[in-house]
């Protein structure tokens, strides 16, 4: 059940929600417009200046930097077909082709009320369905946190994209950087060099900002600027009754396909926008009308990006398994504040998740209001030399995370992941797998380790936890079926070789 009353309360007690959601909503159309710069990246922007912030009004500004930038993708999509999100590139098929016939302004406001009501939808199961596991968190023991974050590593599989091993790898590297610091048994100093720094260990946000806003910045000088639009008669045009009755069936089909690939890890919204587009093709009564121009094709995928917004954070705050790179940022949000998403965080938390909740429902108004008067400054950003706009973006990275501890080390920190995330796009290894191994590592091997101590050494500890158990077949089960399509897919494609051979 909603709990209404504590939203309130909620707004009460942290009256920057508002301005944290407002504020998120104008940054993240403003990131999501700018080609190139992905949510993920938006979002660990404003990562180190959340540092000294309300921990609610941190987390409500990160996720709400996230709806933002699903919907602000959409905008260079469909001025000047080039997708400013990954997840806006299913958007371009049809936006483009709706500017061409001069009906920019239409595509602009199909796109955005498919990805507000996405998002209603999106709110409304994150509410629903992640409440409830407050109900397990008691019941959650060391035993217990090691087969859960057993089960986030084994994500691994299904997120390693080209290449297994190069996926694995990854989760490895991430793995060792999580046990420099201190040992959490012994006390003694491992990897740190003799470095007062390091005794700590690596925090996750130097991490998330070097992988993905430095090396992204990195990559984005060595591309061309983006091309200049004088779209300057531009506006925002919401569908008519008779538009959104045509819409509603490709916009349940977003939103449900959204819902569906938000839970599932290594899913995202590209994946939904796409997958939304094929199905709303089939099921559209004008499907010749696809790639020419149908709103469908814009409602569509629109809709799921909306939803991933929302659903992508069920599985990150209740088991703190980050699915996507923006849940993962947004899982550095908490911790940089002291909160570990799981179980505990409805226990421990309580407050900052029915702030969140409240400040999830503030930003689709906020998206409504901001996404009318942002527009121009969006359409005057895109026009900008793209050299000047990623040097400003580089100096505004390099001091939020020197403002975090006044350190010159972190910067150094950051800039050499900067230097590791640019090799990885490089080598086309994913770097998700990375994060996550560096996010849950510390969790693994602490509960591990603790959990033996209880027992005396006795491995069997965790088979006698139902719960430990449970998660850990279920990580058995996910990485045999994750490696079975992987060579299923592999044996596939040879085959196709041979045949064109």
């Not at 470095?195 to 992204?216: H, N, Q, R, T």
């Not at 108004?365 to 990623?390: D, E, G, Q, T």
């Amino acid at each position: 059940m909603i709990d209404l009353s504590g939203m309130f309360n909620a707004l009460v007690a942290s009256p920057m929600i508002i301005p944290a959601a407002f504020g998120g909503i104008a940054w993240g159309i403003l990131g999501g417009a700018l080609p190139g710069i992905s949510p993920s990246i938006t979002m660990a922007l404003l990562l180190p200046f959340t540092y000294g912030a309300d921990p609610t009004a941190a987390v409500v500004l990160l996720a709400s930097t996230y709806l933002g930038a699903e919907y602000g993708g959409s905008i260079p999509a469909i001025l000047i077909r080039t997708p400013g999100t990954n997840s806006a590139a299913a958007t371009v098929i049809d936006g483009y082709a709706m500017k061409e016939q001069g009906r920019a302004g239409e595509a602009l406001g199909i796109s955005l009320y498919s990805t507000l009501l996405g998002s209603i939808f999106g709110v409304a199961l994150l509410i629903t369905l992640t409440q409830p596991l407050a109900n397990v968190a008691l019941a959650f023991q060391p035993t217990s946190y090691v087969g859960l974050g057993v089960l986030g590593l084994s994500v691994i599989a299904s997120l390693a994209g080209e290449s297994l091993i190069k996926g694995m790898m990854a989760g490895f590297i991430g793995l060792m950087i999580a046990t420099v610091g201190t040992d959490p048994v012994t006390g003694n100093n491992r990897f740190t060099f003799d470095d007062p720094e390091l005794l700590s260990g690596i925090p996750p946000i130097l991490v998330m900002v070097g992988i993905y806003a430095v090396a992204e910045l990195f990559e984005q000088a060595s591309h061309p600027g983006w091309q200049q639009t004088n779209t300057a008669d531009a506006s925002i045009k919401m569908p008519d009754a008779l538009m959104r009755a045509r819409l509603r069936v490709s916009q349940i089909i977003g939103a449900g396909i959204g819902f569906i690939e938000g839970l599932t890890p290594g899913g995202g919204g590209t994946i939904a926008a796409f997958l939304s587009y094929n199905e709303a093709k089939r099921w559209s009564k004008k499907p010749e009308e696809f790639g020419h121009g149908s709103p469908e094709g814009i409602a569509a995928p629109e809709s799921a990006n909306g939803a991933v917004s929302a659903t992508a954070l069920i599985p990150m705050m209740g088991l703190g398994i980050p699915g996507s790179n923006s849940a993962a940022v947004l899982l550095g949000g908490f911790l940089i504040h002291g909160m570990t998403p799981g179980p505990m965080l409805f226990t421990k938390h309580y407050d900052v998740v029915i702030g969140l909740y409240a400040g999830k429902v503030i930003s689709l108004f906020a998206l409504l209001v901001v996404a009318y008067l942002i527009l121009r400054p969006c359409i005057w950003l895109v026009n900008r030399p793209k050299h000047y706009l990623m040097a400003f973006i580089f100096a505004l990275v390099l001091s939020g995370v020197y403002a975090i501890h006044n350190s010159l080390f972190h910067v150094g920190i950051a800039l050499a992941f900067g230097v590791i995330g640019y090799a990885m796009k490089y080598f086309r290894i994913p770097t998700l797998p990375m994060v996550l191994g560096v996010v849950l590592g510390f969790m693994v091997e602490s509960n591990y380790r603790r959990a033996l101590v209880l027992s005396d050494g006795d491995h069997m500890t965790f088979t006698e936890d139902p719960i430990a158990a449970t998660l850990l077949a279920l990580a058995a089960a996910f990485i045999l079926i994750s490696l079975f399509r992987h060579f299923r897919d592999s044996a596939k494609a040879e085959q196709e070789e041979t045949k064109t051979a």
